[in-house]
């Protein structure tokens, strides 16, 4: 993680609750604003191409831009991108489950 492009965390924990309460995470926070600022650009430039964009629609249904690393060419998907039939109906499930808290 760059936080302000003046600090990078180099580590395995994940930026929610249950990484930081619950498990036990390693990482090392580098305070060097020019490295901070070289990996946020390089993350900027990639992420486009390994990483889809999610947003709402007027109605309030998520959707998914992605972009072709070849073409460049934006696709918009209606459903999550790469995710199988399984993977949906698992997604489905776990909104009726009490996991909040782990989240």
């Keep these: 993680f760059v936080f302000d492009r003046k600090k990078t965390f180099i580590g ?22 020019r490295m901070a600022g070289q990996i946020a650009a390089l993350a900027l430039e990639r992420l486009p191409d390994i990483a889809y964009q999610v947003g709402l629609d007027e109605d309030g249904s998520l959707f998914w831009l992605g972009r072709d690393p070849n073409t460049q060419q934006i696709t918009r998907y209606q459903r999550e ?3 199988s039939l399984v993977q949906r109906i698992l997604a489905v499930v776990s909104r009726v489950l009490p996991v909040e808290g782990q989240l």
Excluded: C, F, K, M
Excluded at 13 to 33: C, F, H, K, M, W
């Design 12 to 33: 395995s924990l994940n930026l929610d609750p249950r990484s930081v309460y619950q498990n036990t995470e390693l990482g090392i926070v580098v305070e060097d604003a």
């Design 81 to 83: 991108p790469e995710a």
